[in-house]
């Protein structure tokens, strides 16, 4: 049960933060503050390879990492660096979410179709070859989750979560809300009814629902729907807010 991934398989709800700063002094703290979860953002956050591999080695292999998009050559390189659970925006169709779980997955018994390319014993992932088994446990280890962000990948959900290799499918509120003609409204009442919607199929599916929201009403409702992978601030907002507080309490008046 030590794993994230083994947590979310047996129902608990996991609490996250996701990581945009690219500072691993900041990222160090977070990592100690608390969250069951912490996700390095590579898709809008500054972060190139490199960069994840920095993080990693301060978050250790439980680190999440959200990959910039569905591509097959950025699923290896994370992977490779050790981490377990990653995040891969904008899955439109089952289609795209069958190649992304062969490209998490070594070909083998179990998953035949798995296209991860091979060389464990060069990478950080084994330890650099001191990790033996590394090979035969990887596919176990790693965890899936696709994101669900548009009006497309709603239509498509069901057969999303039906693919095999996805551990659990995570809505992405912001484009979604984008996608369904409310890109200033996340809170419009149809979005919102969407989001409840996916949850409760995704959970049905038997796959873990994510979700994110800042709002701590709003993410208990999330896991009162299902949702265990969910997450509930930024290290961007929360610094932001913090300092902007901070400067108005100081701030003389006129």
């Known amino acids: 049960m030590g794993s994230l991934k083994a947590r979310l398989q047996a129902g608990q709800v996991q609490r996250g933060l996701w990581l945009g700063l690219g500072c691993p002094a900041s990222t160090e703290i977070a990592s100690t503050a608390g969250f069951d979860w912490c996700l390095i953002d590579g898709e809008h956050g500054p972060y190139d390879i490199s960069a994840i591999a920095a993080q990693a080695r301060v978050l250790g292999p439980e680190a999440c990492v959200r990959i910039p998009q569905a591509e097959t050559w950025m699923i290896k390189q994370v992977l490779d660096l050790g ?3 990653v995040v891969v925006p904008m899955v439109d169709t089952a289609e795209q979410a069958h190649e992304m779980a062969c490209a998490m997955r070594y070909p083998s ?33 790693v965890c899936l ?53 996916a949850l409760r199929r995704i959970v ?3 796959k873990i629902a994510g979700a994110l929201s800042f709002d701590a009403d709003r993410a208990a409702h999330y896991v009162d729907l299902g949702a265990r992978m969910v997450a509930v601030a930024s290290d961007i907002a929360l610094l932001s807010t913090a300092l902007r507080d901070c400067a108005k309490r100081f701030t003389p008046e006129p």
């Open 204 to 206: 049905a599916s038997g």
């Open 109 to 141: 018994k179990a998953f035949p179709n798995g296209t991860r390319g091979i060389g464990a014993s060069l990478v950080r992932a084994s330890g650099y070859n001191h990790d033996k088994d590394y090979m035969m446990q990887a596919n176990d280890r």
């Open 83 to 85: 981490l377990h659970t």
């Open 145 to 197: 989750m696709v994101q669900a962000e548009s009006v497309t990948a709603l239509e498509n959900l069901d057969a999303i979560c039906a693919v095999n290799g996805v551990d659990g499918v995570f809505i992405g509120p912001a484009d979604l809300a984008a996608s369904m003609g409310y890109l200033h409204d996340l809170d419009a009442p149809e979005v919102q009814a969407a989001i409840d919607d």
